[in-house]
């Protein structure tokens, strides 16, 4: 699903090229829907909450609590991340009425596995940020 299949190779290697080296591998990190879909770009990673904790969007995926997240920032097991809302309040888990967070999209082997909120404050006072997961309705 979410394999760019028509994608040249040169814009493949722009694209690797223009991650700063200093954030990791966000090649399997898109932005859009489902349908519509393209590579998380360098601004997009730089998007910062607007609550207290100021957190990227970068901070939040390499560093996140939830296996599914790291894995897609670091390219394990087939797995690829869709970001589909940026910094918002709002949802109907734990803490999505009270901090920021980003709604991710989690696939695996081009399947939808679930979707989570990865949120703009840390567990502990050096992390992880605190990530909630569960399945949208279909």
Known sequence: MLRFVATSVLFLAFAVLS????????????????????????????????????????????????????????????TELLVTKFWHLGGSMQFDKTWQHVTIEIYKNDRYVKTCHAYSFKIALNGPYQATCGRKAE
Do not use: C, H, M, W
Request: proline share 3%.
């Open 19 to 78: 991650v700063p080296a200093s954030a990791g591998n966000y090649s399997n990190v898109y932005v859009g829907s489902e349908n519509d879909y393209l590579p998380i770009s360098n601004d997009q990673l730089r998007l910062a909450s607007t609550d207290g904790e100021k957190a990227t969007v970068a901070q939040t995926i390499a560093n996140s609590n939830e296996a599914s997240i790291r894995n897609g920032f670091n390219g394990i097991g087939n």
